[in-house]
């Protein structure tokens, strides 16, 4: 039976690794031999290619085995770094203080005293988490078990409850039937929260003063600087659904899901704080300041008292359970107020092991979460701004051509005029009147009690300065103040163009004095978002990383200029395509200077899954994102890419971009694209709440990084991590010679982007098959124009292989042992899955009957699983 599905064996050769897999593939197979005997006929055991009459079933045993393999993987992952603790290896922040080098400690000390260290993930939308909520539930179950399994005879209690778990799966099915709604999007990124992430919290921040106090002593402050954001319900750039209602609905539920978080805690802590002040007598200060919280939170300060007499912690307690619960404060600060009452007061008496395990982990989830859970950031592209500019001028009198001389003299104009005409009782379209209702909401939360509840405003294809000043004049138009507006616009710059326009730009805008004053945030920080994948699939994966490289490097220069300093907000995917690359080794890659700690980046679908489903993980994870930001900043300051590294890279940049744009270009490469990959067929697979192209258009300039991604990935591919490189190596090897080679093997060693690049491009090319490329390059009717095309795939494949073992000096894969080995077990069950999906595309285009249209979305399902990513 299981040659059926996946003939290779399981992990390595620990012992209780290979127990967990063993009693993990069992309870799997006994589901199966319950749901679908049918997979056990030996007819079935072809190892290529699956009966057409079971597609169904074999798709579905597949996925769940997949998301089987990466729970265990997760909880192996997690026990190797214990063990490694155990054996005196260390991790994150201590390894971090413990390696810096003598003449850099007073430069990372510098940092944490002055708090400048800060990272920001942000949770996104970006429908590339196929799985539901319900199935990830099931699957953090699987994991506690598997976790609680440490032994032979535990992992024999288990077995029952895991074949339970694997049966519900099964019964309850992982696609999708219907497009996820907005509310349940935001309930998606909600359930995070109270499954891992405030847990999580406290015990990064306990991890974080452990290692600096034992480095630099109770002068450093006390906790790291964590804040999440979220897009999910502010991002609407390509979703007209996501309204300013939707937006004031997703601000609402974040804050009554954090409110109900603090009241559990609190029902948890308070009676365990049955302290009576007649046994331990209470120094007089503390004991007037817990019945101050007693006095002013309470609606019935006597019955509290009465409740609990001489139990003035329980009594503190109850009234901020209470007054949480209500909504009776008015500010997250008032909160931690009244919580750092508790932790001191304890201290004060010697309780604190009680004031450290109790009071300390709430006072820190709040002053990580506030009131609101997470900054809800807003994302609107520049060409609906720009309309909606052009239809208010259109309603005050008359606009001028959008982007033109007399646009930009007009918007110039009135952006510095202390008054502008009212927009009352203007009619204006639908998408103007939406944007300026968004606009006064934001307005609305700056001017209410929790201003940070909204972030910044971050515009999308940023390609002027006149795009940036729009946002701030419709802002003004609304009622922003005019000398300091608190709305923060953020520019995007995703095309190589833009990245390239990046400092012209900047110097442009904060020329202006309003945009400057919006712009700049305390300590004259500008937060500058940039994107890793339209970027990509503007230039290619090799151009795109030292683009975005180079960018940072000349915006740093263009704002110290201003006496500025940025903040990048790098818009990072899951797959390599999209910026996915190892959280140190993606850290460690930037350029030297442009951090200055602080980070930002996005969390996408999947990987928020992978990161955040499970607290172990999630603690992991920010640890070591928080660690590296720490690492990289303490660094010595801003240089340049040695001349050497900075023209071979340029060289290579320009001749791969070159290449990956001549094969877009090449006669019928479009109509390749969307018959040789299920592209168009994307739609069915109900994976989010926006459309796959931006504005409902056909090419390939408003196609979605994402769906771009997907679709190469999927018919295997994978053209967009690695398209380019090897011709790029070629041509700079055949025009440069020995000293060329000389050049690229210096780089190879000393420069950590190339290095990177290397090895991201590897990993991609390993996940290539050309025969599986090909099954569905014979979907495409033009038969010659599919042989060219793909012909060029495979020429420019056997090039970038020959390129990376040229420059490694290994076989392809020799590198990546355990990469290796997963593609390897999960090779024929992919391979099968493939063969069933071309099948499949020809059903639903030959005829489109609901059976085949819910197989061939079953088939992106487990393709996407087995691959780990779907875009």
């Known amino acids: 039976m299981a040659a059926a599905l996946d003939t290779q064996a399981g992990p390595g050769p620990a012992s209780d690794a290979g127990d967990l897999y063993q009693c993990l593939r069992a309870a799997w197979s006994r589901v199966l031999e319950r749901r679908a005997p049918q997979l056990l006929d030996a007819t079935q055991q072809d190892g290529a290619q699956w009966h057409r009459d079971h597609y169904g079933d074999h798709l579905q045993a597949s996925t769940i085995w997949f998301h089987l393999q990466q729970v265990l993987n997760e909880v192996q992952t997690l026990r190797s770094l214990r063990q490694e603790a155990t054996n005196g290896k260390l991790h994150g922040f201590a390894e971090v203080v413990a390696d810096c080098p003598e003449d850099q400690r007073a430069a990372m000390k510098r940092l944490l005293q002055d708090g400048r260290l800060s990272v920001g993930p942000t949770i996104t ?17 699987i994991y506690a078990l598997l976790c609680c399994a440490d032994d032979t005879a535990r992992l024999a209690e288990v077995s029952t409850s895991l074949e339970m778990e694997i049966d519900l799966l099964w019964l309850t099915g992982e696609l999708r039937m219907e497009r996820p709604s907005l509310a349940a999007e935001v309930e998606w990124g909600l359930q995070f929260y109270d499954a891992s992430l405030f847990d999580a919290v406290p015990r990064l921040f306990q991890r974080y003063r452990t290692a600096v106090r034992s480095a630099f002593g109770a002068e450093v402050d006390d906790h790291c600087c964590l804040r999440f954001h979220s897009w999910i319900g502010g991002d609407r750039d390509g979703n007209p659904n996501v309204t300013a209602e939707v937006t004031r609905q997703a601000l609402a539920r974040s804050r009554e899901m954090v409110l109900n978080a603090y009241v559990r805690a609190l029902e948890k802590i308070v009676p365990r704080l049955s302290i009576s002040t007649k046994i331990v007598p209470l120094p007089a200060d503390h004991l007037q300041a817990l019945e101050r919280i007693v006095d002013q939170r309470s609606t019935d300060a006597e019955s509290c008292k009465q409740r609990n007499p001489n139990e003035v912690f329980r009594q503190a307690g109850f009234a901020i359970r209470d007054a949480v619960a209500a909504g009776r404060y008015a500010h997250i600060s008032d909160f931690l107020a009244d919580l750092s009452v508790l932790e001191n007061a304890l201290n004060a008496i010697g309780a604190t092991a009680l004031a450290g395990q109790l009071i300390r982990p709430l006072r820190w989830q709040a002053t990580t979460f506030g009131f609101r859970g997470h900054t809800l950031d807003i994302r609107q592209n520049s060409d609906v701004v720009t309309r909606t500019l052009q239809a208010v001028w259109a309603a005050v009198d008359a606009s001028p051509e959008p982007l033109g001389s007399a646009w930009s003299e007009r918007l110039q104009r009135e952006v510095r005029q202390e008054t502008l005409p009212t927009l009352d009782g ?36 940023t390609r002027s300065a006149d795009d940036l000043l729009a946002v701030l004049l419709l802002a003004r138009y609304v009622g922003f103040d005019a000398h300091q507006p608190s709305l923060r616009v953020v520019p995007l710059f995703e095309t190589i163009e833009d990245l390239q326009a990046a400092p012209v730009i900047l110097r442009d805008v904060l020329a202006v004095p309003i945009a400057a004053r919006s712009m700049k945030s305390s300590g004259g920080r500008i937060e500058i978002m940039l994107g890793y994948s339209d970027s990509n699939k503007d230039g290619g994966f090799l151009c795109s990383s030292w683009s975005l490289d180079r960018a940072q490097r000349a915006i740093t220069r263009t704002l110290a200029q201003q006496g500025a300093t940025p903040v990048f907000f790098h818009g990072r995917g899951g797959s390599v395509s999209r910026g996915g690359a190892p959280t140190d080794r993606a850290i460690a890659a930037q350029p030297c200077g442009t951090l200055n700690g602080a ?41 340049t890419v040695d001349p050497e590294g900075e023209d071979v890279m340029e060289t290579l940049s320009s001749l791969s971009q070159t290449a990956y744009q001549n094969l877009l270009r090449h006669p019928g490469f479009l109509d390749y694209f969307n018959q040789a990959s299920p592209v168009n067929e994307l739609a069915l697979l109900k994976i989010g709440s926006r459309p796959a192209r931006r504005f409902g258009a056909a090419s390939l300039s408003d196609l979605r990084a994402i769906p771009w991604v997907f679709a190469w990935s999927q018919n295997r591919h994978m053209i967009s991590s690695w398209y380019g490189f090897g011709q790029a190596i070629q041509d700079f090897r055949r025009v440069r010679g020995s000293v060329g ?26 996940l290539v098959r050309l025969d599986i490329a090909e099954l569905y390059a014979r979907l495409v009717s033009d038969r010659a124009m599919a042989e060219d095309v793909f012909g060029r795939i495979r020429d420019e494949y056997n090039r970038s292989v020959d390129a990376i073992e040229t420059l490694t000096g290994a076989p392809l894969g020799t590198r990546f042992p355990n990469a290796a080995d997963r593609i390897h077990r999960h090779e024929d069950t992919l391979r099968a899955a493939h063969h069933a999906q071309v099948a499949l595309l020809k059903d639903v285009r030959a005829s489109d009957a609901q059976t085949a249209r819910i197989r061939l979305m079953q088939s992106m399902n487990c393709i996407s699983a087995g691959l780990g990513w779907t875009g």
């Open 125 to 141: 939308a970006h429908p590339t988490e196929a799985k539901r909520v319900t199935v990830m539930e099931i699957h953090r179950r």
């Open 426 to 461: 203007l009619e204006l379209s639908e998408e103007a009147s939406e944007l300026l209702a968004l606009l006064a909401l934001v307005r609305d939360v700056h001017e209410g009690s929790d201003p940070d509840a909204i972030g910044p405003f971050v515009l999308s294809m």
């Open 599 to 639: 980070l930002r980046l996005t969390e996408q679908g999947e990987v928020v899954t992978a990161k955040y489903a499970n607290a172990d993980t999630a603690v992991t994870q920010l640890e070591l994102l928080a660690s590296s930001v720490l690492r990289h900043s303490a660094s010595p300051p801003f240089e």
């Open 741 to 766: 080679d000389a050049a690229l093997e210096r780089i190879s060693r000393k420069l950590p982007l190339f290095q990177l690049c290397l090895d991201e491009i590897e990993k991609s090319l390993m």
